[in-house]
């Protein structure tokens, strides 16, 4: 259950059963396998319980009556059972292990399309650390519940309850010993289930949190270097492992709780028969070869009882990784295709129309957008100015639909778009954000995110409109070098370069830039934009400035204030005629000639 924030609501939980039984999707594809292998197993251990009857026929048989002539065919007989035992517990793994495996690619493959499904808020508002440890350690926790606990809480079961019936064949008395003290075994286990699955819950979530402070750390390592802060994170990691650990020792608390009723009460059970059955004995109402059975069965059913605790427990906390995981996978994506999308016309032209637009983020009252207007006109580039926190960056996400708008319009050639296809869409719209991100991949992969099929010589194109092939063909490998992860190998403004080729190499109609050219200096940047006018003629350009340089290579300047466009118009009339236009200039590092 997700709450209106979108993190996990804990105010309601489903039964352990139903929570499992949401993976039957998952399991129907290989569900003649899984039976395949309970049915292994069961015969498996069927065939192990069946050896005490042969030993019974050994001793009131051949020992008894002193006639060893059929004593090597029973004792083959046994024999016989343990290889079928041991074979068949051989075909139950084979059975299982590419099943399991298969189920659980299966659901780290839909968790991962179902993250790239949902929108950026949602994003937002979940810590990277949960939603791995959901992707891994949830997912490997479910994969092993299928692959044995599942089976085995079924086997064990039908094997119980057939060594009871095979007891109370065997000698009544013992057979009602051990049923007797199964009950209170299968009380204490279902009593323990509840308060250890809402302990394994608390720990997998705990866990979660220790995985976004490590991986916080990693990412972020430069920073707490320079600042002296990893003794700060090293005490915040402690704390939480300290609180890790003592979750997990509550489930060993628990665990060793029911343990001990688990080693007891057969024991308790074992001293029962032997009384009994050495009284029938010596009254003449039991064999020495039956009592033998029947203490060689509750033995053999010894470990199916015992299980049944700890098997509860692994169930319980496959439900909670389950729960888990439908967590994410439950949350809607709010930003989709239409279920008519319109076509765009051919060829896309670029003209952005934002019409009395609105926004707010979810769980707020206020709007960062109050009915803005706007229109870009195709093949002109707008400077987006504005103080921080005018919602520059936001009105930047709703042109490719990284979020929607609450109210009003934003068109793009005429349409709506939220009445395109996100893949339409994206494909004339490109982005380049003021925070560059570089994958653990080569330079060709990092740039041809940005396209589709696209070739070196594309590539090479969008390199020298962002001024980088120079210091791409200087590495290593030139395209073919990896760089390291967040490209943090690359300088500031190596890596916005890269980003920014990454923008045009598709040849966007749209380009909505979000400042990425904050770490070029002033000559780079030029000879940058430059290229830009010159390579991509006719490309309509949404560019969050923040410098000087690049509102003066602006067709027009946009002011964004309290919501809504303030004013509008070419650089040197705002400058002449609108106040606060000229004093938000006269905050940046200006140039004279800016300021003329």
């Given at each position: 259950m997700?709450s209106?924030s979108?993190?996990?609501?804990t105010?309601?939980?489903?039964?352990?059963?139903?929570t499992?039984?949401r993976?039957?999707?998952?399991?129907r594809p290989?569900r003649?396998v899984i039976?395949g292998?309970g049915?292994?197993?069961l015969i498996a251990?069927?065939a192990?319980?069946?050896?005490?009857l042969?030993?019974?026929?050994i001793?009131d048989?051949?020992?008894?009556?002193?006639d060893?002539?059929t004593?090597p065919?029973?004792?083959l007989?046994v024999l016989?059972l343990?290889v079928?035992?041991a074979?068949?517990?051989?075909?139950?793994?084979?059975?299982?292990?590419?099943a399991?495996?298969?189920?659980?690619?299966?659901?780290r493959h839909d968790?991962?399309a179902?993250?790239?499904?949902l929108?950026?808020?949602f994003h937002d508002r979940?810590?990277s650390g949960?939603?791995?440890s959901r992707?891994?350690t949830d997912?490997?926790?479910i994969?092993?519940f299928?692959?044995f606990s599942?089976?085995?809480l079924?086997?064990?079961s039908?094997?119980v309850?057939?060594?009871l019936?095979?007891?109370f064949?065997l000698a009544p008395?013992l057979?009602?010993?051990?049923?007797?003290?199964?009950?209170?075994?299968?009380?204490?286990a279902?009593l323990y289930?509840?308060?250890?699955r809402?302990?394994?819950?608390?720990?997998?979530?705990?866990?979660?949190?220790?995985?976004?402070t490590?991986?916080?750390s990693?990412?972020?390592i430069?920073v707490?270097?320079?600042?002296?802060?990893?003794?700060h994170l090293?005490r915040?990691f402690?704390?939480?492992a300290?609180?890790l650990?003592g979750?997990?020792?509550r489930?060993?608390?628990?665990?060793?709780a029911?343990?001990?009723?688990?080693?007891?009460?057969?024991?308790l059970?074992?001293?029962?028969?032997?009384?009994l059955?050495?009284?029938?004995?010596?009254?003449?109402t039991?064999?020495v070869g039956t009592l033998?059975a029947?203490?060689?069965?509750?033995?053999?059913?010894r470990?199916?009882?015992?299980?049944i605790?700890?098997?509860?427990?692994?169930?319980?906390?496959a439900a909670?990784?389950?729960e888990?995981y439908?967590?994410?996978?439950?949350?809607r994506?709010?930003?989709v295709d239409?279920?008519?999308p319109r076509?765009?016309p051919?060829?896309?032209?670029?003209?952005v129309r934002f019409?009395?637009v609105?926004?707010a983020?979810?769980?707020?009252?206020?709007?960062?957008l109050r009915g803005?207007?706007?229109?870009?006109?195709?093949?002109?580039?707008v400077?987006?100015?504005g103080?921080?926190g005018?919602g520059k960056t936001?009105?930047t996400?709703l042109?490719?639909?990284l979020d929607?708008?609450?109210?009003?319009?934003?068109?793009?050639?005429?349409?709506?778009v939220r009445?395109?296809?996100?893949a339409?869409?994206?494909r004339?719209?490109?982005?380049?954000?003021?925070?560059?991100?570089?994958?653990?991949a080569?330079v060709r992969?990092?740039v041809?995110?940005?396209?589709?099929?696209?070739?070196?010589?594309e590539?090479?194109a969008?390199?020298?409109?962002?001024h980088a092939?120079e210091?791409v063909?200087?590495l290593p490998?030139?395209?073919s070098t990896?760089?390291?992860?967040q490209?943090?190998?690359?300088s500031g403004g190596?890596?916005?370069?890269?980003?920014l080729?990454?923008a045009?190499?598709?040849?966007?109609?749209?380009l909505?830039?979000?400042d990425p050219l904050s770490?070029?200096d002033?000559?780079?940047?030029?000879?940058v934009e430059a290229a830009?006018?010159?390579v991509l003629?006719?490309v309509?350009?949404?560019?969050v400035a923040h410098?000087?340089s690049?509102?003066?290579?602006?067709?027009?300047?946009?002011?964004?204030?309290e919501?809504?466009?303030?004013?509008?118009?070419e650089?040197?009339e705002?400058?002449r005629d609108?106040a606060?236009?000229?004093?938000?200039?006269?905050?940046m590092?200006?140039?004279?000639?800016?300021m003329?």
């Amino acid at each position: 259950m997700l709450s209106e924030s979108g993190e996990p609501s804990t105010v309601h939980r489903e039964s352990t059963l139903a929570t499992l039984w949401r993976l039957g999707p998952y399991l129907r594809p290989v569900r003649a396998v899984i039976v395949g292998a309970g049915l292994s197993a069961l015969i498996a251990q069927l065939a192990g319980l069946s050896v005490p009857l042969v030993v019974q026929r050994i001793i009131d048989g051949p020992l008894a009556e002193r006639d060893l002539s059929t004593l090597p065919l029973l004792v083959l007989g046994v024999l016989a059972l343990g290889v079928l035992e041991a074979g068949l517990f051989w075909v139950r793994r084979r059975l299982l292990a590419g099943a399991t495996t298969g189920v659980e690619k299966r659901m780290r493959h839909d968790l991962y399309a179902h993250l790239q499904r949902l929108s950026v808020g949602f994003h937002d508002r979940w810590q990277s650390g949960q939603l791995l440890s959901r992707a891994v350690t949830d997912l490997s926790t479910i994969r092993r519940f299928v692959a044995f606990s599942m089976t085995f809480l079924v086997v064990n079961s039908l094997l119980v309850l057939a060594g009871l019936g095979l007891l109370f064949w065997l000698a009544p008395p013992l057979g009602a010993v051990l049923a007797v003290m199964s009950v209170p075994l299968v009380l204490l286990a279902l009593l323990y289930e509840v308060r250890y699955r809402a302990a394994a819950r608390a720990a997998q979530d705990q866990s979660g949190d220790v995985a976004t402070t490590v991986e916080e750390s990693v990412l972020g390592i430069r920073v707490l270097k320079a600042f002296g802060r990893g003794p700060h994170l090293a005490r915040r990691f402690s704390e939480q492992a300290r609180v890790l650990r003592g979750l997990e020792l509550r489930k060993v608390r628990l665990l060793a709780a029911i343990w001990t009723a688990i080693i007891v009460l057969p024991e308790l059970t074992l001293a029962a028969q032997l009384a009994l059955g050495g009284y029938a004995i010596a009254n003449g109402t039991m064999t020495v070869g039956t009592l033998v059975a029947a203490v060689a069965i509750a033995a053999y059913l010894r470990w199916p009882i015992d299980s049944i605790g700890w098997l509860l427990a692994d169930a319980n906390t496959a439900a909670a990784a389950c729960e888990r995981y439908w967590e994410v996978r439950d949350a809607r994506p709010t930003v989709v295709d239409p279920p008519r999308p319109r076509p765009l016309p051919e060829p896309a032209r670029g003209h952005v129309r934002f019409e009395d637009v609105r926004f707010a983020y979810p769980g707020s009252d206020s709007e960062v957008l109050r009915g803005l207007d706007l229109e870009i006109r195709p093949g002109e580039t707008v400077a987006l100015v504005g103080t921080t926190g005018s919602g520059k960056t936001t009105l930047t996400t709703l042109v490719p639909r990284l979020d929607d708008v609450t109210g009003g319009r934003l068109l793009v050639d005429g349409v709506d778009v939220r009445d395109l296809a996100l893949a339409d869409l994206r494909r004339v719209v490109a982005t380049a954000f003021e925070e560059p991100l570089l994958f653990s991949a080569s330079v060709r992969e990092n740039v041809a995110l940005g396209g589709i099929d696209v070739s070196d010589d594309e590539v090479r194109a969008a390199l020298r409109v962002a001024h980088a092939e120079e210091f791409v063909d200087a590495l290593p490998w030139g395209l073919s070098t990896r760089i390291g992860e967040q490209g943090l190998s690359l300088s500031g403004g190596q890596r916005q370069r890269l980003a920014l080729a990454r923008a045009v190499v598709g040849r966007p109609a749209v380009l909505v830039l979000d400042d990425p050219l904050s770490a070029l200096d002033v000559h780079t940047e030029a000879e940058v934009e430059a290229a830009l006018r010159r390579v991509l003629s006719g490309v309509t350009a949404l560019v969050v400035a923040h410098r000087p340089s690049t509102v003066a290579l602006a067709d027009r300047v946009a002011l964004l204030s309290e919501g809504r466009i303030a004013a509008i118009g070419e650089h040197h009339e705002l400058l002449r005629d609108n106040a606060e236009y000229r004093h938000l200039l006269s905050t940046m590092d200006t140039p004279e000639e800016v300021m003329a």
